[in-house]
């Protein structure tokens, strides 16, 4: 088995893995593995931008934050999100992200739902997250202190005594190889890979949320997973995003008689926070009604946002009839690994930063353009504390070879139907009675993997048995909470939280 070592090994290549492998690169070598192309992220594909506080004076950061969270966010992450964004945002600017500007020369802001202003920067109109990941690459691939291992996934931790040596991850040609290291980073980011609408790369599937709960760290929040209400609908299926950003600059949601969808429901109608928005939209396309996004009132619209602008005609969507059709899609998980304000877990040596992470930010519902903020920031603490305070070398741990398992005469389910499963059950509306079937269903498919080391599992396998393992936190969590709250609606339950007996929040 190929063994290798570092001081600091990253598992993902998303924003929250790039900028840990950035600031720890000058005084750590750094060893960053990813289960498909280096590209192949969330990260990458986001659009509408990264919010940033628009001055000391800009109160409503922190409060939009809040209330779109329902106020259960941790309020002390939330301030340190808050008040370290401007620092974040010097760290990209200095790598040379090309952030839009106006003719002025100041940064163009755009603004979101559940924004009070005007406060998100954005990059090359609606490729914010690409132009991000790629000043960072560029500037990681010179340098000598970081290795990138691309289509190799992260299977197994080696845990021992309750210290993270390291991990064991897998090639394409379904090889193990031994990863070991001072400190260990899951930066995996979301789950979105369980549904079959979602705005996500289809290859998140809460690997590492998987393996660190598996190897005993906690994880909370689970049922908290936000649907984004706008996703390009062509040909009966949901295809791509469409930015919250072209409601921000305009673009208003209406059904196939021209009707203002979002009037009378919320205050901030088109730009309220995405669960109100996306719940309206399932009713209103569940009574059969079909929602577009009336773009007339966007200025330029092929300028502003020239990505956008080719999605939909690749999908052949005819732009000049200035209507996009659209619907709700799984978009980003609130909960997941938890962790405190320095990504540290419960299990030492194992961090968790980024859309993998529970750092409490988000509450029960994010507000928008606020996880790539939360991917700088906190990535930026965890790099730091670990430059400043070295660890001596650890323990050399012993890797057995081991072959995969033969698993065939187990009939396996498919990731098909563990999404059909995920979408009926734990989408956006959520009863008792689909809940407790689909864990029944869960607990019957996940038998085969009972008591069957995942180093051992080859890696379709490895991707079935992480879908069911993590898609039974999801429901066990949506199951064990009876009231509605943020992004997480029971529809059998009378029962709202009172936000505001709850300010100050949990996590
Ligand atoms: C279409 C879209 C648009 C968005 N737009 C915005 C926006 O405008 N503003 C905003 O703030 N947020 C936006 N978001 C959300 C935001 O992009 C993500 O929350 C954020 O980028 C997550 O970053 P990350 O580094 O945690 O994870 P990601 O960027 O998703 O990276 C995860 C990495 O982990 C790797 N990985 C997973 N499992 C394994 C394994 N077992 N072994 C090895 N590697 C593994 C993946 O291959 C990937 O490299 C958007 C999301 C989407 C999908």
């Known amino acids: 088995m190929n063994q290798y070592e570092s001081d600091v090994l990253i598992v993902g290549s998303g924003l929250a893995a790039l900028m840990v492998a950035y600031e720890c690169s000058s005084d750590c070598h750094v060893t960053i593995i990813t289960k498909s192309s280096w590209q192949d ?6 659009q509408g931008g990264i919010a940033v506080r628009q001055g000391q004076d800009d ?21 340190i999100l808050v008040s370290e964004s401007e620092a974040a945002i010097k760290t990209l600017n200095d790598l040379g992200v090309p952030f839009d500007d106006q003719p002025d020369g100041t940064l163009h802001c755009t603004k979101e739902g559940g924004h009070s202003r005007r406060r998100i920067l954005h990059a090359g109109g ?10 960072f690459k560029k500037v990681l691939d010179q340098s000598k202190n970081v290795d990138i291992f691309e289509y190799m996934t992260a299977t197994e931790l080696m845990v021992k005594n309750g210290l993270c040596h390291g991990l064991v991850a897998k090639t394409e040609q379904q090889t193990l190889a031994a990863f070991q290291a001072k400190h260990t980073i899951l930066a995996t980011g979301g789950i979105g890979g369980l549904y079959h609408t979602t705005s996500n790369s289809q290859s998140l599937i809460g690997d590492g949320i998987a393996i660190a709960h598996q190897a005993g760290a906690r994880v ?82 092929h300028r502003r946002f020239p990505n956008i602008a080719q999605i ?5 969507i005819d732009l000049a009839q200035e209507r996009i059709p659209v619907s709700p899609g799984a978009h980003f998980l609130m909960g997941g690994i938890v962790t405190d304000a320095y990504g ?44 400043r305070r070295p660890v001596s070398t650890r323990e050399k741990i012993n890797v057995d070879d081991e072959r ?12 098909h139907d563990i999404r059909t499963l995920m979408e009926g059950s734990a989408g956006m509306i959520r009863t008792e009675q689909r809940l407790v079937s689909a864990l029944r269903q869960l607990e019957r498919w996940l038998g085969p993997f009972h ?21 039974r936190l999801i429901v066990s969590a949506a199951l064990q909470r009876k009231e509605s709250l943020g992004a997480h609606y029971r529809g059998d339950s009378t029962h709202i939280y009172d936000k505001t007996s709850l300010v100050g929040g949990r996590r």
């Not at 088109?270 to 009713?283: G, K, M, Q, S």
């Not at 939909?312 to 052949?316: D, F, Y």
């Open 451 to 471: 008591d069957v080391k995942r180093t051992r599992l080859s890696l379709q396998q490895l991707k079935i048995a992480n879908m069911l393992y993590v898609s």
């Open 41 to 46: 992220t969330n990260s990458y594909k986001a």
């Open 312 to 316: 939909c005609e690749a999908k052949g």
């Open 404 to 415: 995969s398992i033969n698993l065939d005469s187990h009939p396996l389910t498919t990731a």
């Open 126 to 135: 609606d490729a914010t997250g690409k132009h991000i990941v790629t000043a």
């Open 59 to 79: 109160d409503t950061f922190l409060t939009d934050t809040l209330s779109a969270g329902h106020h259960q966010n941790n309020a002390t992450n939330v301030n």
């Open 344 to 387: 540290r877990t419960d299990i030492k040596g194992l961090y968790a930063v980024g859309e993998t992470a529970n750092t409490g930010v988000h509450g029960v519902n994010r507000l928008a353009s606020n996880s790539l903020l939360e991917a700088c920031v906190f990535a930026r603490r965890l790099a730091h504390m670990i430059i």
């Open 220 to 301: 909370s929040g689970m049922e908290f997973i936000q649907f984004h209400p706008t996703m390009l609908a062509a040909g009966g299926q949901a295809k791509a995003l469409i930015s919250e950003a072209v409601r921000g600059e305009g673009g208003i949601l209406v059904n196939q008689k021209g009707q203002k969808v979002m009037a009378g429901v919320h205050p901030q109608r088109d730009l309220a926070p995405r669960d109100i928005v996306a719940r309206t939209l399932y009713r209103a396309i569940q009574k059969g009604d079909q929602i577009a996004l009336d773009i007339s009132c966007v200025k330029s619209f």
